[in-house]
């Protein structure tokens, strides 16, 4: 029998327990070559999966795309989606299940990045995760 845990992204724990996550720029956008600021390193046992649920949130006044990176680097492992400017919560990835994707950590980052070339507090993450433990 399967259990459910909701938890915390694994960037969002110590001391910042789900407080929202400052997303860098890359000016390689899209298809950066490295992974962009870490969100979430999904399990590498056989028998968890996770369900992401992913926001974000832009303050600045201007809109802003974002590259969202699953598993690798490169084009065809991103999702991109703009985040408008001045907004509340932009849903960016709606549940979604990953795991048992590999034992390299790599290939279980859970990654995003802005386009631009600099460090940006004014786009932000947050969210949960859905874990699901037991015969998978």
């Known amino acids: ?69 699953f598993g690798y680097t490169g084009s065809t492992y991103e999702i991109i989606q703009e985040i408008p400017a001045r907004s509340g919560l932009t849903l960016l990835i709606p549940g979604l299940v990953a795991g048992k994707t590999g034992s390299a950590s790599d290939e279980r980052t859970i990654a995003a990045y802005l386009d631009g070339s600099s460090y940006s507090n004014d786009v932000t993450v947050m969210g949960y995760v859905n874990r699901i433990s037991g015969s998978t």
Do not use: C
Not at 18 to 28: D, N, R, V
Not at 36 to 59: F, R
């Open 1 to 69: 029998m399967a259990t459910f845990s909701k938890q915390f992204f694994s960037s969002s724990t110590g001391i910042f327990y789900g407080l929202p996550i400052g997303i860098m720029g890359s000016a390689s956008f899209p298809s950066a070559p490295e992974f962009g600021t870490k969100i979430h390193t999904i399990p590498s046992g056989s028998t968890e999966i996770d369900e992401v649920w992913l926001y974000a949130t832009n303050v600045s006044n201007t809109n802003r795309n974002m590259a969202i990176q």
